[in-house]
């Protein structure tokens, strides 16, 4: 079943836990590199074109975005990582600001990795993902972009990914914003571990 979105609104950007919303509402994150399509995928489950802001430039979302749905969940769009061009200064605090976002956000059900389906987790790809599992964070595994492959590759690519990330299948999702391929089964997957 694909939520019907009744309002989704962007509440506030946070850099520091002093400035994140209320811990009240059940919480879904998002995560990954740079430009893989973060915010794309933010706006297919919400069914809005542009309220997460999404760009053809990498590193366009630097701070913690929190996002209000039907009044009853939240969405939080995780800064991208793994972008050269990114100022130092900004590089530097990425790893402390999330990590420390993980660590403490009691209300946090959990995280949508996001991993572009032509290509190999990378090594920041792969620490992100410790820490989930340091921090007792249930992921799942959006491989997005799969308007860019054929049937028989995105099969190939999901094997592969499977493999690097030693996870069973039904934890990948085969995604993608152009073709909205996948929304539904995320959708029941955010309902099922926000309900138990
Ligand atoms: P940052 O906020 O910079 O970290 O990026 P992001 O992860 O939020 O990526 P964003 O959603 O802004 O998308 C980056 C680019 O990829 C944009 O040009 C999108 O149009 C494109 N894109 C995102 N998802 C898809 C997809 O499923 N298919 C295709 N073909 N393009 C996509
Ligand atoms: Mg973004």
């Known amino acids: 079943m694909v939520m019907k979105i009744i309002s989704a609104e962007f509440i506030k950007s946070a850099t520091d836990p002093s400035h994140y919303t209320e811990d009240t509402l059940p919480e879904i994150a998002f995560a990954g590199r740079s430009n893989v399509g973060k915010s794309s995928l933010i706006n297919t489950l919400l069914a809005r074109k542009k309220l997460a802001r999404t760009s053809n430039t990498p590193g366009r979302t630097q701070l913690i975005n929190f996002f209000l749905v039907n009044d009853g969940l939240s ?3 995780l800064p991208g990582y793994g ?3 990114v100022p130092l200064v900004v590089k530097k605090s990425w790893g402390p600001m999330v990590e420390k976002y993980l660590k ?5 059900h959990m995280v949508i990795v996001i991993l ?3 290509r190999d987790p990378t090594k920041d790809d792969l620490s992100l993902i410790s820490w989930l599992y340091a921090y007792d964070v249930k ?3 959006v491989l997005t972009k799969s308007d860019k492959l054929s049937k028989n590759k995105v ?3 999901r094997r592969a990914i499977r493999e690097i990330l030693e996870v069973s299948d039904d934890a990948l999702v085969t995604f993608s914003a152009k073709t909205r391929e996948g929304r539904e089964k995320i ?3 955010i309902v099922d571990s926000i309900t138990v």
Request: proline share 4%.
């Open 75 to 77: 969405f939080v769009d």
């Open 83 to 85: 972008y050269a061009k």
């Open 104 to 108: 403490t956000r009691n209300n946090l």
């Open 116 to 118: 572009d389906i032509r």
């Open 139 to 141: 992921p799942i595994f």
């Open 155 to 157: 099969a190939m690519r």
């Open 187 to 189: 959708w029941n997957m």
